[in-house]
């Protein structure tokens, strides 16, 4: 294994052709000239394309949440339209008779009344 290695350590396994860095700064500047004349020539168009792109996306994602709200809304309107119903219902049953106003020792007689010891031994506590 020591005679691979000390045969190939000194010599270089990588090789570049003959005359590559001659001429490499001529060639580099050819082909940057070339991708500037490729940027000036390209149309107007294309950046047309990219904005009209962006503006396309926009709008779709406007549509989608637009379709997303209206369910949003109509669901909404239907509840409004049904507590509106109940509300209606609840004013002409007329559950709550406006000229009962009892006094406070109608109250404490009704809750005294109506409560057991069991309810006022729990209320002690608390």
Known sequence: ???FSDKYRKKNPFSVPDGYFDNLTERIVKQVKKQEKAEKN??????VRLYMGVAAGFL???FVLQILFWGIQDY???????????VVEMEEED???SHFNPTTEEIIEY???????Y????????
């Open 76 to 86: 909404s309107q239907k509840e409004r339209q049904e507590n509106s119903q109940l």
């Open 1 to 3: 294994m020591d005679d």
């Open 95 to 97: 559950i709550f008779d």
């Open 111 to 117: 809750l005294v009344a109506e409560s057991d010891n």
């Open 42 to 47: 390209s149309s107007p168009l294309r950046k």
């Open 60 to 62: 779709l994602a406007l």
């Open 119 to 126: 309810d006022l031994i729990l209320a002690t506590i608390n």
